[in-house]
Every structure is written in structure tokens, then in C-alpha cells.
């Protein structure tokens, strides 16, 4: 307890905002996104495969988009203006949602709203990379990621609340979801500054031969580990479908995911701490072993406690791996390339995002709920071989 409260106060204030940015990004998003299954599937006709494909296709888009995005701030040197731009960009989409009449126009607000989400992400992992000292490095990211997951249950809280004061007016609350989304771009305009000093004294070209021949091999191993969770673990909406399934009031479903984040957000700092100081690859281990029992809980939960339980366990997961996963690739990357870095590792994570998502819709509609988590209990074997075969080493 006592190196957790000195990481707090050694923290860099920037590190501070940028976690409250995400918290309140994560409130505008996660008001929409913890409805939006159900207001496709109920209110504009839309099947399970279609939700399914459309959440993988966005959330691929966001981190694929990450690496276009990384490699521009390595090269111009500047994070905070391409983070900014991905911020902004996803507060001006979200009346998007509120205006929507078809799947059509759903797909278009989500594409838009993650392309934002893209920008923003490589160039705010490194920003958060750079300021943080290395010793700090693991806290820094679980802090950030802790923050961002706060936001990601304040959002479904409120979503329930207003669902149940504006009798269950999907639009309405898309509309209230704009304030916070405004309110973070503001927030990170004027309360983030980028080091002062140029992490280099000339623009260099990241893609070149030489310079991608730079990331190294435990970097590789850190893409491919990560690559295999995002196929383990399918988009989130299947677990507000799960929900719905087992009985919950379509009034009450964000509470799933407030459920899951309340978990998410009160481990990720410490298992962040944690990761400062003990193997990486034993937490990741953890994880895949804790993710495998929230699969085979989930598969068989019919009722609120063993939903509840499934959700415990997919939160402690992402407590543990998430900002490990991103710490490890500052870890195993040259300071200059991180943005690059960070592409790369998202651009592969997107692709599987996009297969894992599209399959998991396909196998809940032809062969129901329960197979779809064990589809996904078993992508986590093969990360467990990886993480029992990776080496890897710190770079910086």
C-alpha cells in the first residue's frame, strides 16, 4: 500500500490529466456504446451477426488507424496535436448516434467516432511513454488505464439512470453523452504540454528498412501476444447480449458493463504497480488463466450471480493485462520509434479484433451464446503457448 501512495505522488501532473481525458472520453463513449447493441437489435431490426460485424469492423478501424497515426508523430515530433485532433474528432461523431434511423448511419458514426479513437491512441500511449519516468513506466500506464475504466462504469451508470428517468429514450441519453466528450477535448487543449526537449533533432522517416529493423525481437513477441488476446477476447457488446439473455431489463443492461469496468479500473493500477517489479510474463499468464475461467463461467451463466462472476473475472483480466501489454511496448522500443511501435501493435490487435468479433457473431447466431465463449477460451490456449515460449527483453 505504502508504494502504491508514493507511485501516486511521484507521478507526473500530465500523466494525472490525461487520465481524467480518457475518464471523461470513456463517459461519452461508454453512455452510447453500452446501449447501442440493444438499440440496433430492438429498435432498428438489427441481427446478432450484423452487431457483431459492425463492432469488430469499428473497433479494428481505431486501432488500425493507430499506426498511421504513430508513425506521423514520430516523425513530426508532436503528440499532442494528432492526439488532439482524435479527441475532437470523436466528441464532433457522438450527436451522430442521437440522429441515427438506420444500421447504415450507425456503421458510419462508429467508424468515424473510432477513426478518431485511432488518431488519438498511438500518439497518447507515447505521449504517456515519454513523460513518465522508466522506473514509473508500468504505474503511469495502469494509472492512465484505471483512469479511462472509471470512466468506461460512470458511463453506464448514468445511462441506466437516464434510461429509467427518460423511460427508456435511447436518444435522448446519445444526446446527454455529447457534454462529456466536449468537456475532454477542452481538458486535454489546455492542461497537457509535450516535453520540452525534441526526442530527436531531426524528422527521420520511421519506415524505413533500417529504422524497422530497430524493433526488436521481443517487441515482435509483445505484437504477436497481443494480436492472440484481442482473438481471445471478442468486442465487449457480446457481453451485454449475454446479459440480455439471461434476463436482465434492456433499462438495466449498462450495468454489465459497469459491473465488468468497476473490477477493470480498481485493478489496473495496482497490477500496473505490480508490473514494475515482477515478471511480465507470469502477469500475462495470469491473465490468460483468469480470462479462460471468465469464458467458461460466461458460457454457463443463466442468471444474475453467475453473470456476475463471469464479469469479475473478464474485469480482473483486463486489469492485469491491458496496461501491461502497452508498458511492454515502450519497454521493447526504441524511445524515438514508440509511436511506430505502438502502430504496429495496434494494427495487428486490429485485425484480430476484426476476425474474433466477426466470428464470434457468426457462431452466437448459428450455434448460440455458449459456443461463442468457448471459441474464445480456446484462442486463449494458443496466447498461453506464445507467452510460455516469448523471450523477452527491455529495450529502454
Same mark, same amino acid.
Given at each position: 500500500?505504502?508504494?502504491?501512495?508514493?507511485?501516486?505522488?511521484?507521478?507526473?501532473?500530465?500523466?494525472?490529466?490525461?487520465?481524467?481525458?480518457?475518464?471523461?472520453?470513456?463517459?461519452?463513449? $461508454?453512455?452510447?456504446?453500452?446501449?447501442?447493441?440493444?438499440?440496433?437489435?430492438?429498435?432498428?431490426?438489427?441481427?446478432?451477426?450484423?452487431?457483431?460485424?459492425? $463492432?469488430?469492423?469499428?473497433?479494428?478501424?481505431?486501432?488500425?488507424?493507430?499506426? %498511421? =497515426?504513430?508513425?506521423?508523430?514520430?516523425?513530426?515530433?508532436?503528440?499532442?496535436?494528432?492526439? /488532439?485532433?482524435?479527441?475532437?474528432?470523436?466528441?464532433?461523431?457522438?450527436?451522430?448516434?442521437?440522429?441515427?434511423?438506420?444500421?447504415?448511419?450507425?456503421?458510419?458514426?462508429?467508424?468515424?467516432?473510432?477513426?478518431?479513437?485511432?488518431?488519438?491512441?498511438?500518439?497518447?500511449?507515447?505521449?504517456?511513454?515519454?513523460?513518465?519516468?522508466?522506473?514509473?513506466?508500468?504505474?503511469?500506464?495502469?494509472?492512465?488505464?484505471?483512469?479511462?475504466?472509471?470512466?468506461?462504469?460512470?458511463?453506464?451508470?448514468?445511462?441506466?439512470?437516464?434510461?429509467?428517468?427518460?423511460?427508456?429514450?435511447?436518444?435522448?441519453?446519445?444526446?446527454?453523452?455529447?457534454?462529456?466528450?466536449?468537456?475532454?477535448?477542452?481538458?486535454? &487543449?489546455?492542461?497537457?504540454?509535450?516535453? =520540452?526537449?525534441?526526442?530527436?533533432?531531426?524528422?527521420?522517416?520511421?519506415?524505413?528498412?533500417?529504422?524497422?529493423?530497430?524493433?526488436?525481437?521481443?517487441?515482435?513477441?509483445?505484437?504477436?501476444?497481443?494480436?492472440?488476446?484481442?482473438?481471445?477476447?471478442?468486442? $465487449?457488446?457480446?457481453?451485454?447480449?449475454?446479459?440480455?439473455?439471461?434476463?436482465?431489463?434492456?433499462? /438495466?443492461?449498462?450495468?454489465?458493463?459497469?459491473?465488468? @469496468?468497476?473490477?477493470?479500473?480498481?485493478?489496473?493500477?495496482? %497490477?500496473?504497480?505490480?508490473?514494475?517489479?515482477?515478471?511480465? @510474463?507470469?502477469?500475462?499468464?495470469?491473465?490468460?488463466?483468469?480470462?479462460?475461467?471468465?469464458?467458461?463461467?460466461?458460457? @454457463?451463466?443463466?442468471?444474475?450471480?453467475?453473470?456476475?462472476?463471469?464479469?469479475?473475472?473478464?474485469?480482473?483480466?483486463?486489469?492485469?493485462?491491458?496496461?501491461?501489454?502497452?508498458?511492454?511496448?515502450?519497454?521493447? =522500443?526504441?524511445?524515438?520509434?514508440?509511436?511506430?511501435?505502438?502502430?504496429?501493435? @495496434?494494427?495487428?490487435?486490429?485485425?484480430?479484433?476484426?476476425?474474433?468479433?466477426? /466470428?464470434?457473431?457468426?457462431?452466437?447466431?448459428? &450455434?448460440?451464446?455458449?459456443?461463442?465463449?468457448?471459441?474464445?477460451?480456446?484462442? &486463449?490456449?494458443?496466447?498461453?503457448?506464445?507467452?510460455?515460449?516469448?523471450?523477452?527483453?527491455?529495450?529502454?
Amino acid at each position: 500500500m505504502y508504494l502504491l501512495k508514493q507511485n501516486l505522488t511521484q507521478m507526473p501532473k500530465s500523466i494525472w490529466i490525461l487520465g481524467f481525458v480518457s475518464l471523461l472520453m470513456d463517459i461519452s463513449s $461508454e453512455m452510447i456504446h453500452s446501449l447501442l447493441p440493444l438499440f440496433m437489435v430492438t429498435t432498428l431490426g438489427t441481427s446478432v451477426s450484423a452487431v457483431g460485424l459492425i $463492432e469488430g469492423l469499428a473497433e479494428a478501424t481505431a486501432l488500425i488507424v493507430k499506426i %498511421f =497515426s504513430g508513425v506521423l508523430s514520430d516523425y513530426i515530433g508532436q503528440r499532442k496535436k494528432l492526439a /488532439l485532433l482524435g479527441y475532437a474528432l470523436g466528441a464532433f461523431t457522438k450527436p451522430l448516434f442521437a440522429i441515427a434511423s438506420n444500421t447504415g448511419l450507425i456503421l458510419s458514426a462508429r467508424m468515424i467516432d473510432r477513426v478518431g479513437k485511432g488518431i488519438r491512441g498511438a500518439p497518447r500511449d507515447a505521449l504517456v511513454a515519454d513523460i513518465a519516468p522508466a522506473h514509473l513506466r508500468g504505474s503511469a500506464f495502469g494509472l492512465r488505464q484505471s483512469l479511462d475504466t472509471v470512466g468506461a462504469f460512470l458511463g453506464p451508470l448514468l445511462a441506466v439512470g437516464l434510461m429509467l428517468l427518460l423511460s427508456n429514450d435511447f436518444r435522448a441519453v446519445f444526446w446527454v453523452a455529447v457534454i462529456p466528450g466536449f468537456l475532454a477535448v477542452l481538458l486535454f &487543449c489546455v492542461g497537457i504540454k509535450e516535453p =520540452s526537449k525534441p526526442l530527436t533533432s531531426h524528422r527521420i522517416n520511421p519506415l524505413t528498412k533500417t529504422n524497422l529493423q530497430r524493433l526488436s525481437a521481443s517487441y515482435w513477441w509483445v505484437v504477436t501476444i497481443g494480436a492472440l488476446f484481442m482473438l481471445a477476447r471478442f468486442s $465487449e457488446a457480446f457481453l451485454v447480449l449475454k446479459g440480455q439473455q439471461a434476463g436482465i431489463p434492456i433499462a /438495466l443492461t449498462p450495468l454489465i458493463m459497469v459491473a465488468m @469496468n468497476i473490477i477493470y479500473a480498481a485493478t489496473a493500477y495496482p %497490477f500496473g504497480q505490480l508490473s514494475d517489479r515482477v515478471s511480465p @510474463n507470469k502477469l500475462l499468464i495470469l491473465g490468460i488463466i483468469i480470462l479462460i475461467s471468465a469464458d467458461i463461467v460466461l458460457a @454457463n451463466s443463466h442468471d444474475w450471480i453467475s453473470l456476475l462472476v463471469g464479469l469479475s473475472l473478464w474485469g480482473i483480466h483486463m486489469g492485469i493485462t491491458q496496461g501491461l501489454l502497452a508498458a511492454q511496448v515502450a519497454a521493447t =522500443s526504441p524511445a524515438d520509434l514508440r509511436g511506430t511501435a505502438y502502430g504496429f501493435f @495496434n494494427l495487428m490487435s486490429g485485425i484480430a479484433l476484426l476476425i474474433a468479433s466477426g /466470428l464470434a457473431g457468426y457462431i452466437w447466431d448459428q &450455434c448460440g451464446s455458449a459456443s461463442t465463449f468457448y471459441t474464445g477460451a480456446l484462442f &486463449c490456449l494458443f496466447a498461453l503457448i506464445a507467452i510460455l515460449i516469448a523471450k523477452i527483453n527491455k529495450q529502454s
